[in-house]
């Protein structure tokens, strides 16, 4: 069983920056993608930027245009989220997920963590 804890949410200032972490524990297959999904109140949840294990292969959400930054230590099964020109459009739960696969898409993943709120707001 793989858990995932998310860390580093807050409130941040339009225009600020804020990164976030996700740290997977228990045993994990060679291969997986992960990254976050964020819910806002009213609204579907959608997929925010993924990373490959090995490959780092990244995906984004057009959405981000350049804003936000993936990246991992494989050795770590840590994912980190850099979020840049942060936006109040950007205020939602930030859940970190995983998948065993290259698929992105929420109904997709293999597990997830319990979410950290990202408030932008002055």
């Known amino acids: 069983q793989v858990q995932l804890v998310e860390s580093g949410g807050g409130l941040v200032q339009p225009g600020g920056s804020l990164r976030i972490s996700c740290a997977a524990s228990?045993?994990?297959?060679?291969?997986?993608?992960i990254g976050w999904f964020r819910q806002a109140p009213g609204k579907e949840r959608e997929g925010v930027a993924s990373i490959s294990s090995h490959y780092g292969r990244k995906l984004y959400g057009d959405f981000v245009k350049g804003r936000f930054s993936i990246s991992a230590d494989d050795a770590k099964k840590t994912a980190y989220l850099q979020m840049n020109s942060l936006e109040p459009e950007d205020t939602a739960v930030y859940y970190c997920a995983m998948s065993y696969g290259d698929s992105w898409y929420a109904g997709d993943m293999d597990y997830w963590g319990k979410g950290t709120p990202v408030t932008v707001s002055s």
């Open positions: 228990g045993s994990t297959l060679d291969y997986y993608r």
